[in-house]
């Protein structure tokens, strides 16, 4: 139980993806069982940490050092162990083992499934150096090979087959899954880029990466940055671009619907569960910095960092839980909610620095919604992914009354997404009511207003998901496998164990909710307030500890009981309604085209490229090309002919002849005159 | 240590060269293996060198008389010239090896039905002209000395235009003669500052130039250089000749071109920013400047191209103009991180290069748009371009995101007491995306999606081992040093920092 085990952690998973191709030459199903192992090593060494937590979180944190840069920069490559790292990485690493073992069954069958493995376990390693890592420079590496990790998986299925597809149904385009990988490679980088000037900025004034270090010369560096006047502004909006980036925050978060392309354990892992979770996870680790600076260093540019934070975390949550509402594929809606659900987080971390009483409270409930979220929502994907595998559609209104023929992921799935709504006693409930209570502690209430709508319609969604899979009327698409004798039921066995082991968890963190909020309060304050020596105030005792448990669950009901009526009871037709109001056509429309936020993307960015760069030959390289390559030689080889035409004393005419003589005075003219001066 | 280690390094793939064309009928086929066998050796002579001053040793200082009274082969092997000999060595090496099996496609396209004696004769033709790129790269490094630099600078350009002209693709001598004619435009200028710099010192000696420091004169002097030195790196507006040429050379020597073109930055760096640091400051912001227009226009002209060739031709443009980016912020951090990154590329290119040569060698198309979901027969040569792409898109574990991460640390310290340099800094590391974008859609467009119907023969597989291999090798070296950069940055600091940080 010490260090080591933090770098085995690290380690396992990147020895099985040396390994992997070993093994497959031994026998497949040592490949297969191979690559679980090394994840589960992997998530046993991560459990290990966790005695640091109940036990002895005055040891932490503990780190552990080797140089590995001297000249020009000194960068040392750690291993950083805080209650943060320790709690993500056991999201990371617990919840990768149980997809992996998912992918088990889920991946039978498929013909380069080694590329799968090695993919996975080359994601879990990077994602824990990710979490793991002891400094800025190390994070962004991880960060970037948990990008190309995720543009790997997307477009696993390179071959762009139609089944893969997504997107539509017609008249909307289909996304194939080669387009979806590169688009989030592409529209993460953007993030990563910033992010990068951002951490060098940084850098210049703290001469250090080190993220303790960071921490300790801040009452250096900070006041120093502050001197030059917007500076900080400036790295607070770059540094964030990256975690807005990589979790699919307003407005870079057009990317992870359509990284739903990849096979369905990998949206559970890694655009549910982990990868997007990175972006909350620095946000958290930078926030001991900027509230130093506001509210020790008294430098008002760092309030920026927290409003930022906070705006884009709830327009996220609003707007990725309005487009939620309308779509038809299964996992786009669990990607619009997984959006919306990482801006709740956003919001949470944004909050603790408008006030020095919010910061323990925001800061904890920001990342058990995390964990909550991570657990519900894998269990969510990982269950979806059955769903589409039985119903052979990846469209909602294509399923329908499946309730029958999958119990088991009824009864899973159905624990996960009241988990979604926030319906109490689960974790989502719990972790959201922290979420909203630190908000509404803020007195923004601009804010926490738009946190409640999203409510109300994360409620809607999940109610409508639920009714449009399990209940309502058999879809011709499922009468048509009916007919064919087609397999309806449960997917394989080892998939239904992770489904149940992920949803059984839940709802033991959902019944001890309340001692998990406070366990991660307590935890975070004695490393903000104790450890880091953060200004904080203690709240008094208010009114919102009543009153936001119950709005939330009002809002719930507001948002679930239609959905109920619409979707599940079948009392009203959802279609007929549409077709009668004008007005919800609208709005319809408007969600559905995702507020036309991609449509002004690809015009103006993809297609802006492509214009500009069509442009550039013929604008400008080929004019180019031919001044230098055609003009320029002819000229010279032409001209210089001609010259040599003039210059000849023999040209037989005459007028050349006196014009050179009358040159050649006029030159001895001057050099004479010149001369007598 | 060896004895005339500096000159065997240089010269031992000369002599092999002069035994190639000796006994070419004789030799044939071997050829291949013969000069890859000297570069082998010469890459050991060189990790010798490497090593040596890895652990602290001193410089290794060669001098030669040549011709009574004055003049010498001056060599020197520091921290700074020996990673770039050692990496332009390497790639020779794999690229010999590379080409056992290209060339042999090449002569039959080319010169289709001759005899085998003929073939015999382009064979080694090709192997004994390759040789004097390794000979022209060590002696560039190598050298203290600007005659001899500039000797070096036009044996490249020589051997260049005959491997053009005998071995390239459709329009070969016309691009050979125009390669030729830039290659001598730029070592013209070199030449013109070496003779303006021996005006004011009467010395050729690389170690004398500091005593220009202040010189009124000096300012012209790096102009003249700078000129010339553009026009090799394609610097936006002399970059005009990089797409033809690259189009149209054999693609075994793509990676070389890459040098041969980047290899000025380290003459810049030698010559120009370490002597004349001071002096140099005026200069540094317009580099920046014309650094990054040159990485965001040759990434949109790159975007523009459907030639295969073409791709990575245009790519080059925009990569080069990155280690100019990190020289031109003049922090010593930025210049190391530069010097590192140019290393790194050409590393990146030449897998880029020859990985898009593998796809021409097998399917003999060039159009990407007639290409398409290769990666089902091929890939090996899948998984090197994704690591090309990845490599030059500055992608972890690569060394080129270390170098990138350092150059840029550079690039923003300047920043800081520079608001254009900061903006320009920006731009810069937002201009990578551009690379991101062009390398990860050439992957899409011609190894992803449905296989096209033509692609459909037994002929399309992976290529033979010996083209594979050296190209994973050098993926494997790039990894290394990307995972352990105190490798190449404990050598060349000494260099690069001892000399900047008593300025």
């Known amino acids: ?677 | 240590m060896m004895p005339h280690i500096l000159l065997q390094i240089i010269f031992i793939p000369a002599l092999t060269s002069i035994f190639i064309f000796l006994g070419r009928y004789q030799i044939g086929k071997k050829a291949g293996w013969i000069a890859g066998g000297s570069l082998l050796y010469t890459t050991y002579l060189l990790s010798l060198a490497w090593l040596k001053i890895y652990q602290g040793g001193p410089n290794i200082y060669e001098e030669y008389l040549l011709i009574e009274p004055g003049i010498r082969l001056a060599l020197l092997g520091d921290g700074l010239s020996i990673p770039v000999a050692f990496i332009a060595n390497v790639l020779c090496t794999v690229l010999a090896f590379y080409s056992i099996h290209y060339v042999d496609h090449r002569i039959e396209i080319i010169y289709e039905g001759i005899d085998e004696r003929r073939y015999d004769s382009y064979y080694t033709r090709f192997y004994y002209l390759f040789l004097f790129f390794p000979m022209g790269f060590m002696g560039i490094s190598f050298s203290a000395n600007l005659l001899v630099m500039y000797f070096f600078l036009e044996a490249l350009t020589v051997t260049l235009y005959f491997l053009m002209a005998y071995f390239g693709y459709i329009e070969r001598v016309k691009i050979a003669m125009m390669c030729l004619l830039w290659g001598i435009f730029s070592a013209v200028f070199f030449l013109a500052g070496s003779l303006l710099i021996y005006s004011q010192l009467g010395s050729f000696a690389i170690s004398k130039i500091p005593a220009l420091a202040g010189n009124p004169l000096t300012f012209w002097i790096i102009c003249v250089f700078l000129f010339g030195l553009f026009a090799k790196l394609a610097i936006f507006p002399f970059h005009v000749w990089m797409p033809w040429v690259h189009a149209e050379h054999p693609t075994c020597i793509a990676g070389l071109l890459a040098v041969y073109a980047n290899i000025a930055a380290y003459i810049i760096v030698r010559v120009l920013v370490l002597p004349l640091y001071n002096d140099f400051q005026v200069f540094g912001i317009p580099i920046m400047v014309m650094a990054v227009i040159t990485m965001i226009y040759g990434s949109f002209l790159t975007m523009a191209q459907t030639d295969i060739k073409r791709v990575a031709a245009c790519s080059t443009i925009s990569q080069i103009a990155y280690s100019m980016l990190g020289l031109g912020a003049l922090t010593m951090v930025s210049i190391e991180g530069g010097m590192f990154f140019f290393l790194s590329h050409i590393m990146g290119k030449t897998i880029f290069f020859s990985t898009a040569g593998l796809v021409v060698y097998t399917t003999g198309i060039r159009d990407i748009r007639n290409l398409g979901g290769l990666a089902r027969k091929m890939p090996i040569t899948a998984l090197l371009w994704v690591c090309g792409a990845m490599m030059l898109s500055g992608f972890p574990p690569f060394s080129s995101f270390t170098a990138e991460w350092i150059m840029f640390t550079g690039v923003f310290e300047r920043g800081a007491s520079n608001s254009t340099a900061l903006i320009v800094g920006i731009i810069g590391v937002m201009a990578i995306l551009l690379t991101v974008g062009y390398a990860f859609l050439a992957v899409k467009n011609v190894f992803y999606g449905p296989l096209k119907p033509h692609l459909e023969g037994e002929a399309i597989k992976d290529p033979p081992l010996t083209m594979c291999v050296p190209l994973i090798l050098l993926v494997a070296l790039s990894i290394v040093l990307g995972m352990y950069p105190k490798i190449v940055m404990n050598l060349l600091h000494p260099v690069i920092g001892g000399a900047l940080i008593p300025s």
């Not at chain 1, 017609?170 to 910033?194: E, F, H, Q, R, S």
């Open chain 1, 1 to 677: 139980m010490d260090i080591q085990f933090a770098w085995l952690c690290l380690i396992f998973p990147l020895v099985g993806v040396g390994l992997t191709p070993v093994l497959a030459r031994i026998h497949p199903t040592l490949r297969d069982y191979g690559a679980v192992f090394f994840s589960g090593l992997a998530a046993f060494s991560a459990v290990t940490l966790l005695p640091y937590l109940f036990d002895q979180p005055s040891k932490l944190p503990i780190e552990s050092v080797y140089v590995w840069l001297d000249a020009p920069i000194k960068v040392s490559f750690g291993i950083l162990i805080d209650p943060l790292s320790i709690i993500i990485a056991n999201v990371v690493a617990v919840i990768s083992f149980f997809i992996m073992i998912y992918c088990l069954g889920y991946m039978k069958g498929d013909s380069s499934v080694m590329r799968f493995w090695m993919l996975m376990n080359a994601f879990i390693g990077s994602m824990l150096l990710l979490v793991l890592a002891n400094n800025l420079l190390f994070i962004f590496i991880g960060w970037k090979l948990v990008g190309v990790c995720s543009y790997g998986l997307i477009g696993y299925y390179y071959r762009d087959e139609q089944k893969y597809w997504i997107g539509g149904p017609p008249p909307t385009k289909y996304a194939k899954p080669t387009d979806c990988g590169l688009k989030a490679l592409i529209v993460t980088g953007v993030g990563d880029m910033l992010m990068l000037g951002g951490i060098l900025i940084m850098f210049y004034y703290a001469r250090t990466l080190n993220i303790l270090e960071l921490y300790q010369t801040s009452a250096v560096w900070i006041p120093e940055m502050a001197k030059s006047p917007g500076l900080i502004v400036l790295v607070s909006v770059l540094l964030l671009a990256g975690p807005i980036g990589k979790s699919a925050q307003f407005p870079l978060h057009e990317w992870l619907p359509e990284a739903m392309a990849g096979p369905g354990p990998v949206s559970a892992l890694i655009h549910a569960a982990t990868m997007v979770k990175s972006g909350v996870y620095l946000v958290a680790r930078l926030i001991p910095i900027f509230y130093y600076g506001y509210w020790v260093a008294g430098c008002s540019e760092a309030l920026t960092f927290f409003t930022l934070t906070a705006w884009v975390g709830v327009i996220t949550a609003f707007l990725a839980a309005s487009q939620g509402l309308v779509s038809l594929e299964l996992k786009k809606a669990l990607a619009y909610s997984t959006v919306s659900q990482i801006g709740y987080m956003m919001l949470a971390l944004g909050v603790t620095g408008f006030s020095q009483g919010i910061l323990v409270s925001g800061y904890a409930a920001g990342v058990f919604h995390l964990v909550s979220h991570a657990m519900f929502k894998a269990c969510l994907f990982l269950c979806a992914g059955t769903v589409i595998h039985t119903a052979h559609s990846i469209y909602m209104h294509e399923m329908g009354s499946l309730k029958k023929y999958m119990p088991y992921t009824w009864f899973f799935m159905t624990i996960a997404g009241l988990s979604l709504m926030g319906v109490p006693p689960l974790p989502g409930f719990w972790s959201k009511d922290a979420v909203l209570a630190s908000c509404l502690a803020s007195q923004n209430y601009s804010l926490f207003i738009a946190a409640v709508a999203a409510v109300v319609f994360t409620s809607f969604y999940t109610t409508r998901m639920m009714g449009m899979i399990f209940y309502g009327k058999t879809s011709e698409n499922v009468k048509h496998l009916e007919e064919k004798r087609a397999h309806l039921g449960e997917g394989y066995r080892t998939q239904t164990f992770a489904c149940g082991v992920l949803a059984i968890a839940l709802l033991v963190v959902g019944v001890l909710g309340l001692k998990f909020e406070h366990f991660f309060h307590g935890v975070f304050e004695y490393n903000l307030v104790e450890q880091l020596h953060l200004p904080v105030q203690h709240a008094e005792g208010n009114a919102s500890h009543l009153f936001v448990p119950i709005l939330s669950v009002v809002c719930v009901l507001l948002g679930a009981v239609p959905a109920y009526f619409l979707y599940i009871a079948g009392k009203w037709n959802p279609d007929t309604i549409l077709q009668r109001s004008s007005f919800l056509q609208v709005f319809h429309k408007f969600f559905w085209e995702r507020w036309y936020i991609d449509a002004f993307y690809n015009w103006f960015f993809v297609r802006g490229a492509v214009n500009l760069s069509n442009l550039v030959p013929p604008v400008a390289e080929d004019p180019w090309d031919k001044v230098v390559h055609k003009w320029m030689p002819s000229f010279i080889t032409k001209g210089g002919y001609a010259l040599l035409r003039f210059m000849r004393a023999d040209t037989r005419d005459l007028t050349y002849n006196v014009g050179y003589i009358l040159v050649l005075f006029i030159f001895f003219i001057i050099v004479t005159v010149w001369g007598l001066k």
